[in-house]
C-alpha cells in the first residue's frame, strides 16, 4: 500500500449510484515504521503512519438497507499526519515516524518535517477531552445492516473510555441538510458541552457529493463543479480546523473514507483535488490523515456506503493505537 507524505491533495470517489469522497493532501514522500494491531477477531493488522499536511473524507447518508456478512481476516491500513504541533513533535511538521502497511516493510523515519523535539506524551484522561465529529461513518444507527452502529462505538470501546460523540448520520460539510445542520457546527455543540477538548477525531465531506446526483456525475466525470465544492470543503476544513487550533486543540485525525466505497477520477486525485488546510503547515495543530482501505478489508454493508461492525473495530484499534504511540491525549 502506498504511503504518502508531505501534502496530499483531495481525492473523490464516485461509483455508480454511491460516491465516496476522499479528502487527502498530496505530495509524496515515504516514510514508514512498522506498527502491528489486532481486530476483534485477534488478527493482527498493520497500520501506516506519515506526515503530510491535510485531511480525508467520503461520503456516507443514513439510508438503510439489508446487510451482508462479516469475515475477520487481518488488515493494513494508512495513517498520514498532516501538519505539525509548533516544536512539540517528535516528526517535523509533524514528521513523525511512520508505521509500515502490513506488508512488513522496513522501518525508516520521516525527518523531513521539521520538529526535533520529543513530543510529550498528553496522557490518558478521563475521555471528556476527546471528541467525535461527523456523518454516518462515525456514528449510525443503522445495526440492522450490522455496522455495529459506526465507529465511535468501536473507539469507544477499544479505548475503553467514553469519548463524546457528536456526529450525526447523513450531515454534510457545507450546509444542513434534512439530516441536521452541517458537521462543522457540531464542534461548538461539543464547545457548549465542555470546551476542555485536546484530540478531535473525525469524517466527513460525503454526503456533499452522494446526495447531489448532478454533482456526483460531475465528479465521476471529474468536472469544474465537483472541483468547485472539493475546494469549498477544504476551505471549510480550514475554517474548522483553525478554529479548533485556536482553542487549544493539539490533534485532529481525520479518517478517510475507504477506496471500496467509490473510485476516484484521476483529474481529483493529488494536488488536483482539495487544498490543503492551511492551519496543518503552521505547527499550531497537528493533523493526521487515517487511510481506512486496508482495515476496512472490503466489508461494506448491503448499501454500498457503511463499514461493517468488523471493519469498524479494526479502523478503530489501528486510530487509537496511533493516538497512544503519538502521545495524543485519549
Not at 514528521?95 to 502490513?102: E, F, L, P
Not at 454493508?301 to 491525549?329: F, K, W
Amino acid at each position: 500500500m502506498a504511503v504518502y507524505v508531505a501534502i496530499k491533495s483531495l481525492h473523490l470517489g464516485c461509483v455508480a449510484a454511491v460516491a465516496g469522497v476522499a479528502l487527502g493532501l498530496g505530495g509524496c514522500s515515504s516514510s514508514s515504521t512498522p506498527a502491528s494491531s489486532s481486530d476483534g477477531a485477534g488478527n493482527s493488522s498493520g497500520s501506516t503512519s506519515t506526515s503530510s499536511g491535510g485531511a480525508s473524507s467520503s461520503g456516507a447518508n443514513g439510508g438503510a438497507s439489508s446487510s451482508g456478512s462479516e469475515s475477520s481476516s487481518g488488515s493494513s491500513s494508512g495513517i498520514v499526519e498532516t501538519g505539525g504541533d509548533g516544536g512539540t513533535g517528535d516528526d517535523g511538521g509533524h514528521a513523525g515516524t511512520s508505521s509500515g502497511d502490513g506488508g512488513g516493510e522496513d522501518a525508516t523515519t520521516a525527518a523531513d518535517a521539521g520538529h526535533d523535539m520529543p513530543h510529550v506524551d498528553l496522557g490518558k484522561g478521563d475521555g471528556s477531552d476527546v471528541i467525535l465529529l461527523g456523518d454516518s461513518w462515525m456514528s449510525n444507527t443503522l445495526q440492522i445492516e450490522g455496522t455495529g452502529g459506526g465507529i465511535s462505538p468501536a473507539l469507544q470501546q477499544v479505548s475503553m473510555q467514553p469519548y463524546r460523540n457528536y456526529a450525526v448520520q447523513g450531515v454534510m460539510m457545507l450546509m444542513a441538510d434534512t439530516f441536521g445542520p452541517a458537521i462543522p457546527t457540531q464542534y461548538p455543540a461539543a464547545k457548549a458541552a465542555n470546551p476542555n477538548i485536546k484530540t478531535v477525531v473525525m469524517t466527513g465531506g460525503g454526503n456533499d457529493i452522494i446526495q447531489n446526483s448532478t454533482l456526483q456525475a460531475d465528479c465521476k466525470m471529474g468536472g469544474a463543479m465537483c472541483k468547485m465544492t472539493l475546494d469549498q470543503i477544504g476551505e471549510a476544513l480550514n475554517t474548522l480546523w483553525t478554529q479548533m487550533a485556536a482553542d487549544g486543540v493539539q490533534d485532529i485525525v481525520f479518517i478517510n473514507y475507504s477506496d471500496d466505497v467509490g473510485t476516484v477520477a484521476p483529474s481529483l486525485r493529488g494536488d488536483g483535488g482539495v487544498p490543503t488546510p492551511m492551519i496543518c503547515s503552521t505547527g499550531k495543530v497537528r493533523c493526521w490523515e487515517y487511510d481506512s482501505t486496508a482495515a476496512v478489508m472490503k466489508q461494506i454493508a448491503a448499501d454500498g456506503i457503511h463499514p461493517l461492525a468488523a471493519a469498524n473495530t479494526r479502523m478503530a484499534t489501528e486510530v487509537y493505537a496511533l493516538m497512544t504511540s503519538e502521545g495524543m491525549r485519549r
